[in-house]
């Protein structure tokens, strides 16, 4: 995977704070269809005007001032030049060059960051050879008492055959990669009801790519739920629903992961980096 960013100088900062060469070929990355904008796309850039410094700098951005250094270089004694421009990232952490042979997980542990938030902030992407990885700080698990404010009353369909395919890192069982399944796959035929887990408000209620047909749900507590590859939906945009009303029925729609029929089923809590998956199965009572 190549990454492009014009005219920018980026830390690698698993060579001890040395600048990844200019020459390495860095692409713009598009995200993965589904999935976020990464973060290394929504570098912005800032001409320093007169009066401002670094730190006045990254008040403006919410930001560190120890991340625009970073992100930086050439910046010299902390002091910036009216009229440079400064590269600003979304929010604080550092780019990290990727050794070769190394992945997520690597990236992940060296880093101490979840894995699949790694993952999703940077696009989905499946070998990245540059990742923006967010300072520890910016990702906070949801609190226990936001998380007590929702009940996930069972599953979303009462008569199902069980998992087809788990929470987590997988390999696909058609295209034999690993990647991250960021719900679980519900076994039902085709036509089961399927229903809202808690009482809350629709956000979406449409075609949606790989997902097919999806209803996404927010609910009290910073919580969301998601209900995809539907055969209808029975909900529509800004509906106020109740637990166990009927959203939809089970179908085959977008681009399943795997052949038998069954229902996408995603928990996602809303935190600094923006809605994280979970387990579902940790949020059922």
């Not at 060469?21 to 320093?48: D, F, G, M, Y």
């Not at 050879?129 to 009940?151: D, L």
Request: glycine fraction near 8%.
């Amino acid at each position: 995977m190549n990454f492009r960013c014009p005219s920018i100088f980026l830390f690698s900062l698993t060579a001890g704070l040395t600048l990844i060469p200019s020459n390495l070929n860095l692409a713009i990355v598009s995200a993965v269809e589904n999935c976020s904008t990464p973060a290394l796309s929504r570098i912005k850039k800032h001409q320093v005007n007169p009066g401002e410094n670094l730190v006045t700098i990254a008040e403006r951005y919410k930001l560190m001032p120890a991340t625009i250094l970073q992100m930086n270089p050439l910046i010299s004694n902390g002091q910036v030049i009216p009229g440079t421009q400064l590269q600003i990232p979304p929010f604080d952490g550092m780019v990290v060059q990727v050794p070769n042979g190394q992945g997520w997980k690597q990236i992940a542990k060296k880093y101490r960051i979840r894995p699949d938030t790694l993952f999703e902030l940077n696009g989905c992407q499946q070998n990245p050879r540059v990742v923006f990885v967010p300072s520890s700080s910016k990702v906070k698990p949801i609190s226990r008492s936001a998380a007590s404010m929702i009940t996930i009353v069972g599953l979303p369909i009462s008569k199902s055959n069980g998992v087809s395919f788990p929470y987590g890192w997988q390999i696909h069982p058609i295209t034999k990669q690993v990647f991250f399944h960021s719900g679980v796959d519900l076994l039902a035929e085709v036509g089961t009801p399927v229903r809202a887990t808690a009482s809350g408000v629709v956000v979406f209620a449409k075609e949606q790519g790989s997902y097919g047909n999806l209803v996404i749900i927010n609910h009290q507590g910073g919580i969301q739920t998601r209900y995809a590859q539907l055969e209808s939906i029975k909900v529509k945009l800004g509906e106020q629903v109740k637990v166990n009303q009927v959203l939809g029925t089970v179908g085959a729609t977008g681009q399943p992961s795997s052949r038998e029929p069954h229902l996408h089923f995603e928990v996602r809590a809303s935190e600094d980096l923006g809605w994280t998956a979970k387990d579902p199965l940790g949020y059922l009572r």
